[in-house]
């Protein structure tokens, strides 16, 4: 079956503005991760989704927000970005939330903030 | 709070040698899940195992093998007979019941032919 698919793979942003990244997850799958990834900090835990309900959040400022639709494609968006926003965003799912299950990640977007 | 410690930040070796990446785990919880990814040069972490806390038996995969001991937090992995097809960043990871999963820096591998 499909993996998990995200889109935009590549984008070039300036400072100020606003992105919104896609994540459809493996057929089944109701929980939604997403992580950034950057060489000095490694990979950092945003947020998951699951229902449709923000579950758990990471430390990352107001400007990150996310949703999951009903069909559990999740989106991520990004306000107001700067230049340390430059990351590889990967998203991740599982059948469910919570204790079980192995994440299943995306080939991530790839953003570069200008 | 979580920490994964993931001491060797790269390793070089030459194909066949037998490797061995370090992963220390730390955590207030006693009960926690722990994990290995795999990222190749693509981008995509790949899944390579996951143990339980309470289940400390090691587990053998093909060429893979992991040795978890809960008494000094380390979850250590093997790689036997490397082939430069191992060559990527492997991250050591874990997480609780709240499904917030934590990753170490990760230690880039090179295996050379």
């Known amino acids: 079956k499909a993996g998990v698919t995200q889109t935009p793979r590549y984008l070039i942003k300036t400072r100020g503005q606003q992105v919104t990244l896609s994540c459809s997850p493996i057929?089944?799958?109701?929980?939604v991760s997403w992580y950034q990834q950057t060489p000095g900090q490694g990979l950092q835990f945003l947020f998951e989704?699951?229902?449709?309900?923000?579950?758990n959040k990471g430390n990352f400022p107001g400007r990150f927000s996310g949703r999951q639709f009903s069909n559990s494609r999740s989106e991520m968006n990004v306000s107001t970005l700067e230049l340390g926003d430059s990351a590889l965003y990967l998203c991740?799912?599982?059948?469910?939330?919570?204790?079980?299950?192995?994440?299943?990640f995306g080939e991530g977007s790839r953003l570069t903030v200008l | 709070a979580q920490k994964v410690t993931q001491a060797q930040t790269e390793i070089s070796v030459v194909e066949k040698e037998d490797v061995t990446l370090d992963c220390v785990y730390e955590?207030?919880?006693?009960?926690?899940?722990l994990f290995w990814y795999k990222q190749p040069p693509s981008g995509e972490l790949v899944f390579l195992i996951r143990?339980?806390?309470?289940?400390?038996q090691n587990e053998i995969s093909g060429r893979y093998s992991w040795n978890f001991q809960k008494s000094t937090s380390s979850f250590n992995f093997t790689i036997t007979a490397s082939q430069v097809v191992d060559s990527a960043v492997y991250f050591c990871g874990g997480g609780t019941n709240a499904g917030k999963s934590t990753f170490g820096d990760g230690t880039t591998l090179t295996v050379k032919p």
């Open positions: 955590t207030r919880d006693t009960t926690y899940y």
């Open positions: 143990r339980n806390s309470f289940d400390e």
């Open positions: 057929s089944g799958h109701r929980s």
């Open positions: 991740a799912s599982r059948l469910e939330s919570g204790y079980t299950g192995e994440l299943f």
């Open positions: 989704y699951f229902s449709e309900t923000q579950r």
